[in-house]
């Protein structure tokens, strides 16, 4: 089950993609940032359970929304900082509260953070100040969830050739050059380099980690 803001035909042809492989799929609209919405959005998710899946409950939740804003800290705007905690806490926070009570006991959640919480580069200052406060909230939420035997962990990506930041690192020659320089095995990542990391969290082989923070970066910065 995936989710979508605006990219609704992007979300069709992955949902199809997935069904291609025999598996069932649907995509679900979800902005995270509007936290009136998510008790909405939980009635959706049980009626695509049922309907797809004959089930009332889902066994893994991956926090994965983001956004980039990159700005000086003298720069930073009151509207820039609220919309990058809006995503990336508060509506991490807000929407695992609203979805929990639909995870099976043993489940798995998996948060996203980034390696600039452990390194600092000039201009995200905001951005990684909203990350570090994710791992903080994982740390918290495996001790809660704990109870029914359910892990949460951070997954921290190093930078990776996606549409964050209007597709900066893939699409400028010269700083996919600079953070493959950074990075010791000396190529900045793509999303494949993240996928398996997530897929192994939620495998009964990873049931005793929980409350870390896992760095998927290629050994960036060391």
Known sequence: MLTYRNG??????????????GRKAVAIRLDVTDIAS??????????????????ASFDHLINNAGQG??????DTTEAQFDSLFNTHVKGVFFLTQALASLMVD???????SSGL??????????????????????????????????????VAPGAIETD???????????????????T?????????????????LLTPHNRWVTAQRIEVSGGQSI
């Open 8 to 21: 609704i035909d992007e979300a069709r042809e992955v949902a199809a993609e997935i069904t291609a492989m």
């Open 38 to 55: 998510f008790q909405t959005f939980a009635g959706e998710v049980l009626r695509e359970l049922a309907t797809h899946w004959e089930r």
């Open 69 to 74: 804003e990159m700005a000086a800290f003298a």
């Open 106 to 112: 043993g489940g798995r959640i998996v948060n996203f």
């Open 117 to 154: 919480t452990r390194v600092s580069m000039p201009g995200f200052s905001a951005y990684s100040a909203a990350k570090g406060a994710v791992e903080v909230l994982t740390v918290y939420l495996a001790k809660e969830f704990g109870s029914r035997g359910i892990t949460v962990n951070t």
């Open 164 to 182: 964050f930041l209007g597709g900066a690192v893939r699409d400028m020659p010269s700083l996919n050059k600079q953070f493959a320089e950074m």
């Open 184 to 200: 010791s095995l000396g190529r900045v990542g793509v999303p494949d380099d993240i996928g398996p990391m997530v897929a192994s």
